[in-house]
């Protein structure tokens, strides 16, 4: 593959090839000596005197549609393992037009161009290689040994230079946007430039079985077929948080559902990019009569454990020792569903009275503790509180003060309070009661 001067490296083999034919023709000396071919913005060519001359102008770079969905994903799901060198894959558009102050000259140019691109269409690995590195030249500037070092005549395909042909209206377009007066000129696409990265990427070792080898077996088993529509491995279908919550709380139970779960030393896996907690295993906890082990696991995020989950969204998975084959066991793990784990408030005064100024301040304890970049709001009613402070580090207390409080009176009922981190709610209503009601989190304003 080339790297990120094969789009500079196309441009100057075009150049490069163009100034050949022009310097071997004998028809170009009816024009003069010095006639050149230059890379330049339209705008930028004529300078005083108009020579004769071919200018090559990159106008376009545009994704090649049979390149573009060739590979799998770059990284992973973290987006901090690289799985592939994904490579870029584009089509170069230039506009190919010729100048001159006398008659004739600039179509007399622009056939020549013209016919040797269509002779010639295809650049060579070793024609690339010539007119980039030539062989008795004087010495390389750093740009072109950059451009020598880009790798192009090493990629996959070679570049192919096709007409691209506009119309008259987007032909006026593409003039017009450059600012300078129109020439004698046509259009050409250069396809296709394969750019890739030299960062190195997991490789993974090679498959030397379809599974568990038997020992006296010449061969392994091979694939395990069995009468189901479900594939024969690990996979969760759902996340139950307890009490009918949509989100789950410090020390609650939380069902995973799914099927083909059953096996040893079964353990949930947490997993949040954010905080980078990766793969934190937690022990199966304590099952009904009534599961079934292969699409049944329940467990906590154990309150002991309150510093090591945030309130977050997380990836939660399950990995387990199962048998394969010959009563051989290997370990593996399910795809991962997303868990959100929501604030708790522990400790709320039960009432507080406004100040001389009609504001109120109150302390409000939670779990899981604060860690710093969280956001944090607490909910009074209908109102939104920011807090006095958040200190540098975790906590698991703050103390919120609402100016000139709106809230009327309650006497013992009291507001119903919240708090919000990261845009995740405290639970607030009681989902196990038919209907359902909000919970005893209630502040009295007097």
């Not at 441009?11 to 022009?22: A, F, I, N, R």
């Not at 990284?75 to 010729?98: F, K, M, V």
């Not at 129109?182 to 960062?199: C, G, K, N, W």
């Not at 997303?338 to 409000?364: H, M």
């Amino acid at each position: 593959m080339s790297n990120a001067m094969a789009i500079a490296a196309v441009t100057s083999v075009m150049q490069k090839q163009l100034s050949e034919v022009l310097s071997a023709d004998a028809t170009i000396r009816i024009l003069g000596n010095g006639v050149k071919v230059s890379v330049l913005p339209p705008d930028r060519v004529v300078r005083g005197t108009e020579v004769p001359q071919l200018n090559l102008f990159l106008h376009q770079v545009t994704t090649n549609a049979g390149w573009c969905n060739q590979d799998l994903p770059s990284r992973d799901a973290s987006g901090r393992q690289r799985l592939s060198q994904r490579p870029l894959a584009i089509d170069l558009h230039y506009l190919l037009s010729a100048y001159s102050a006398a008659d004739l000259q600039g179509e007399i140019l622009l056939g020549l161009a013209m016919q040797e691109l269509h002779e010639r269409p295809e650049f060579s690995r070793t024609r690339i290689r010539t007119l980039l590195d030539p062989p008795s030249s004087p010495p390389a500037t750093a740009l072109g040994k950059a451009l020598a070092a880009s790798g192009l005549e090493h990629q996959i395909e070679r570049i192919r230079i096709t007409p691209d042909m506009l119309s008259s209206e987007e032909l006026t377009k593409l003039w017009s946007a450059t600012l300078s007066n129109f020439r004698p000129s046509t259009t050409y696409r250069a396809s296709v430039v394969l750019i890739q990265t030299d960062e190195p990427a997991r490789a993974p070792l090679p498959v030397l079985s379809r599974g568990r080898v038997v020992p006296g077996q010449p061969r392994d088993p091979g694939v395990d077929v069995q009468a189901t529509m479900e594939p024969a491995v690990p996979t969760l279908t759902a996340v139950v948080p307890a009490d009918g919550q949509p989100m789950t709380r410090l020390g609650a139970t939380i069902e995973l559902q799914g099927h083909h779960l059953d096996g040893s030393n079964r353990v949930a896996v947490l997993s949040n990019d954010r905080f980078q907690i990766d793969a934190v295993r937690l022990a199966e906890g304590p099952a009904e009569s009534t599961d079934d082990p292969a699409r049944t696991l329940r467990f906590q995020v154990p309150v002991a454990r309150a510093a090591d989950f945030p309130v977050g969204i997380y990836r939660v998975g399950v990995r387990m020792e199962r048998t394969v084959g010959a009563a051989a066991t290997e370990l593996q793990h399910s795809n991962d569903l997303a868990l959100v784990l929501a604030p708790e408030i522990t400790s709320l005064p039960t009432s507080v009275s406004r100040d001389a100024s009609g504001a109120i301040s109150f302390t409000v304890k939670f779990q899981p503790r604060l860690r710093p970049g969280q956001q944090v709001m607490a909910l009074v009613g209908g109102r939104g509180v920011k807090p006095k402070a958040i200190p540098s580090d975790s906590t698991d207390k703050l103390e919120f003060l609402m100016k000139e409080a709106e809230l009327t009176p309650t006497g013992t009922l009291g507001h119903l309070v919240r708090l919000r981190i990261d845009g995740i709610e405290s639970p607030s209503v009681d989902r196990t009661k038919q209907p359902p009601e909000f919970l005893n989190k209630r502040m009295a304003v007097k």
